[in-house]
């Protein structure tokens, strides 16, 4: 089974600041990547796939980049509207999520 | 517009089981693949069950935690997807969510709100 990691697992930032997540895979995954967003009580939502692929509808501070094992997602200019939990997804073998990533207000 | 709704959650004991139905409407259901996606409380997400219809050749797939308890199938012609998930443990608690993949190699692009499993004696 492919593994997901992400780092950090907690991040404080401002509005405005420019925040990178990165997400590791166990083993090769081409570029069959995606994240999501989810905020408390909401259902997750589709942010980015095939590592840099901006889901439409999907503001455009919002970019990913990577392949093989090693992927970050990059938030420019911060919003309030971002503060939320991220995560990763590989889809190249069935599906596994990483554990999350919390942007939270510094 | 796409819309995805489950059903069938609940509070039940140990050892017992549960169907989850997920209604959906406003795309051509076999288009696409189905597949249930868990969260226990606080903790990640947890890809359950997915299920590829006759356009991806129809197979199943089970994360090892539910393989052999849990049984993803679907109603093609109703647009429904259902969970059958038996022997169930206290650490099956979490929100189902039903989830349309996009793509054989899938991301879910539409999400339903969830429905609460709650597995406690």
């Known amino acids: 089974d492919i593994q997901m990691t992400q780092s950090p697992s907690t991040l404080s930032a401002s509005v405005g600041d420019t925040v990178t997540i990165t997400c590791r895979a166990s083993?090769?995954?081409?570029?069959?990547l995606a994240w999501y967003q989810q905020k408390p009580g909401k259902v997750p939502k589709l942010l980015i796939y095939?590592?840099?692929n901006l889901e439409s509808g999907v503001p455009s501070r919002f970019s990913g980049s990577g392949s093989g094992t090693e992927f970050t997602l990059t938030i420019s200019s911060l919003q309030p509207d971002d503060f939320a939990t991220y995560y990763c997804q590989q889809y190249v073998s069935y599906s596994t999520f990483g554990p999350g990533t919390k942007v939270e207000i510094k | 517009e796409v819309q995805l709704a489950e059903s069938g959650g609940g509070l039940v004991q140990p050892g017992q089981s549960l169907r989850l139905s997920c209604m959906t409407s406003g795309f051509t259901f076999g288009a696409y693949i189905m597949t249930w996606v868990r969260q226990a409380p606080g903790k990640g997400l947890e890809c359950v069950a997915l299920i590829r219809t006759d356009t991806y050749g129809g197979t199943t797939q089970y994360a090892a935690s539910v393989q052999g308890r849990f049984t993803i199938s679907v109603d093609a012609s109703k647009g429904i997807a259902y969970l059958q998930m038996n022997s169930l443990k206290t650490e099956d608690t979490a929100v189902y969510y039903c989830?349309?993949?996009?793509?054989?190699?899938?991301?879910?692009?539409?999400w339903g709100q969830g429905t609460l499993v709650t597995v406690s004696s």
């Open positions: 989830t349309r993949g996009r793509g054989l190699q899938s991301v879910y692009d539409y």
């Open positions: 083993q090769s995954i081409s570029s069959w």
């Open positions: 095939k590592s840099s």
